[in-house]
């Protein structure tokens, strides 16, 4: 069964640093998000993109973030300075149509310290 | 606002009996309804997906919406102890397919 792939799976950074977050997208999906999880809270969207660009972005999604899909394959989300808060478990996602549901992958758990 | 509403549980049910889990949401444009799976640690697993009012029936599995209540709920027959996990009501809303609004989830633990 297709898989949407996440790397790294774990990544703790210090406070202020960048970190980027890899996602590789079900290969003949349109449809690319990124969704963040705060440890015991709710599932929260970040932003979507598709056709090369971000469709929707929510209000966490601030200056700090930034999402690119470099190659055609890869679909990656920087923060460029982290803060404490940012510490979560990241989803990315895809869908080939959203009444369809996402695929989420694995997640990458981001510790910031 | 966009809410979805769930009971955060836990909910408890022995080995065998049927789990229901409720959600509600409060856009009446919203348009399809999903249900995750997420175990501790791990990410969302879509389990089902439901548009027209009624019942959808996957295996031990059934989906039950009603646009007019704004509801949407989530059976699971002969309940496991590998059905304990935190179930998750996603809805999307018709004008903006861009994203889905998560309810933050029901623990259900199933007895052995």
């Known amino acids: 069964e297709p898989e949407v792939t996440q790397t790294p799976s774990h990544q703790v950074t210090q406070m202020g640093q960048e970190v980027i977050l890899r996602c590789v997208p079900i290969?003949?999906?349109?449809?690319f998000y990124w969704y963040r999880q705060i440890l015991g809270q709710k599932v929260e969207f970040l932003v979507s993109?598709?056709?090369?660009?971000?469709?929707?972005k929510s209000e966490i999604f601030d200056d700090q973030f930034s999402v690119e899909r470099p190659d055609g394959s890869n679909f990656t989300l920087k923060i460029r300075s982290t803060k404490l808060e940012d510490s979560a478990m990241y989803f990315c996602?895809?869908?080939?149509?959203?009444?369809?549901?996402?695929?989420f992958g694995s997640g990458t758990r981001l510790t910031v310290v | 606002q966009k809410e979805v509403e769930q009971n955060s549980g836990p909910l408890s049910v022995p080995e065998g009996a049927i789990a229901s889990l409720n959600c509600t949401y409060s856009?009446?444009?919203?348009?399809?309804f999903f249900w995750y799976r997420q175990y501790s640690g791990k990410s969302p697993e879509l389990i089902m997906f439901?548009?027209?009012?009624g019942d959808k029936e996957d295996g031990r599995f059934t989906a039950q919406l009603n646009k007019a209540s704004q509801y949407v709920s989530l059976l699971i027959r002969d309940s496991q102890p590998s059905d304990s996990a935190t179930y998750l009501c996603?809805?999307?809303?018709?004008?903006?397919?861009?994203?889905?609004?998560f309810g933050s989830g029901t623990k259900l633990n199933v007895k052995p």
């Open positions: 993109f598709y056709n090369n660009e971000i469709s929707e």
């Open positions: 996602a895809s869908s080939g149509g959203v009444r369809f549901g996402y695929t």
């Open positions: 996603a809805v999307n809303i018709l004008y903006n397919f861009n994203k889905f609004y």
């Open positions: 290969s003949n999906h349109l449809y």
């Open positions: 439901i548009y027209s009012n």
């Open positions: 856009d009446r444009g919203s348009q399809s």
